[in-house]
């Protein structure tokens, strides 16, 4: 091997070992800055309305970082608590009977509330399957992930049609995108988490699952290939 080669091949090892110190580093600093950045914000937010005299910060020679972001999580949770029983549910319908008499504020709250109630309840299905339809145009396949079945003045005007709602993530960013109402014989489910659809959707295909090739081929699956 000449002295050139060898040149070539040490600094091809070089770059390599740089970037496979990059694909480590860069995850870790980007989720740990991001960490701290989201519990300074809450502290800002949070330790000016802790009484002096339970912040510590006040009487240590150095602030305690995260300590607004565990007072607020124990005041939600205290919150949660006294909701849950008869008064707790009285003093929110009473305050909930206030804002529908704003009209502004009353639309705001009751959207807001309605999506949490639908992305934090226990009970909820939403996004919990991957899928793949035809979007946006036959032949082009694209992930979308099941919400539920269509329901309300959709669901009636679509009365001859068993559909259900999804929704079409977009590239890199995959809490923007559109909802879709597909009828449920063109929609393929996906054996893949939510989770791995998303990651594979916001590297624009370069992240890709495991999937054993031995598995048999789905009867929906072999049969809409055989209709394109």
């Given at each position: 091997m000449s002295e050139k080669q060898k040149r070539v091949g040490a600094s091809r090892r070089v770059r390599n070992y740089f970037l496979t110190g990059l694909i480590i580093v860069a995850p870790l600093a980007i989720t740990a800055y991001l960490t701290w950045t989201f519990v300074g914000w809450v502290d800002s937010w949070v330790k000016p309305y802790i009484p002096t005299i339970y912040?510590?910060?006040?009487?240590l020679?150095?602030?305690?970082?995260?300590?607004g972001l565990l007072t607020a999580l124990f005041l939600i949770t205290v919150i949660g608590f006294l909701t849950a029983n008869?008064?707790?549910?009285?003093?929110?319908?009473?305050?909930?009977?206030?804002?529908?008499?704003?009209?502004?504020v009353r639309s705001l709250y009751k959207g807001l509330k309605q999506i949490f109630e639908t992305v934090?309840?226990?009970?909820?299905?939403?996004?919990?399957?991957?899928?793949?339809?035809?979007?946006?145009r036959r032949g082009l396949w694209s992930i979308v992930f099941?919400?539920?079945?269509?329901?309300?003045e959709v669901?009636?005007?679509l009365a001859d049609e068993d559909s259900i709602s999804v929704f079409l993530p977009t590239t890199p960013n995959p809490t923007s995108g559109f909802l879709l109402f597909v009828p449920r014989r063109d929609v393929i489910m996906l054996d893949m988490s939510v989770e791995?659809?998303?990651?594979?959707?916001?590297?624009?295909?370069?992240?890709?699952p495991e999937f054993p090739k031995t598995l048999p081929l789905k009867k929906d699956s072999k049969r809409r290939s055989e209709s394109v």
């Open positions: 912040n510590p910060d006040n009487y020679p150095f602030a305690v970082p995260g300590f008869l008064v707790g549910r009285s003093i929110i319908a009473f305050g909930e009977s206030l804002l529908d008499r704003m009209p502004l934090l309840a226990e009970q909820s299905s939403s996004f919990k399957q991957a899928a793949l339809i035809e979007y946006p099941i919400a539920t079945d269509t329901k309300g669901s009636h005007r791995e659809a998303a990651k594979m959707v916001i590297s624009a295909g370069l992240v890709s």
